[in-house]
């Protein structure tokens, strides 16, 4: 199975554990929720999606450009009968 986070809880949780692991458990829990805090907004302002939201808009792009195919053909054919 593949370590990729699906989501930006998933990636902001894979963030946190790894930052845990670097971060002395002395630390207050006031400075780790203003860093969890941080890091969800740095997150938050990427443009990331999901996943299942790429391959989605992947499989509508393969349709458009196979539907684009289509037209072009057909443009192409009656331009012929037209002698354009």
């Known amino acids: 199975m593949n370590d990729i986070p699906n ?6 949780n894979k963030i946190m554990l790894t930052a ?3 971060v002395p458990e002395s630390l ?3 400075v780790k929720e203003n860093i969890k805090a941080a890091i969800q907004d740095v ?3 990427l ?3 999901t996943r299942e939201e790429l391959d989605t808009q992947k ?3 393969a349709k458009t450009r196979a539907k684009v195919d289509e037209m072009e053909a057909v443009i192409a054919e ?3 009968k037209l002698e354009l």
Request: net charge negative; charged share 30%; hydrophobic share 60%.
């Open 28 to 30: 207050s829990n006031d």
């Open 78 to 80: 009656l331009e012929k």
């Open 47 to 49: 443009d990331v999606v």
């Open 20 to 22: 845990k692991a670097a």
């Open 7 to 12: 989501t930006a809880a998933d990636i902001i």
């Open 59 to 61: 499989a509508v792009l």
């Open 43 to 45: 997150i938050m302002d």
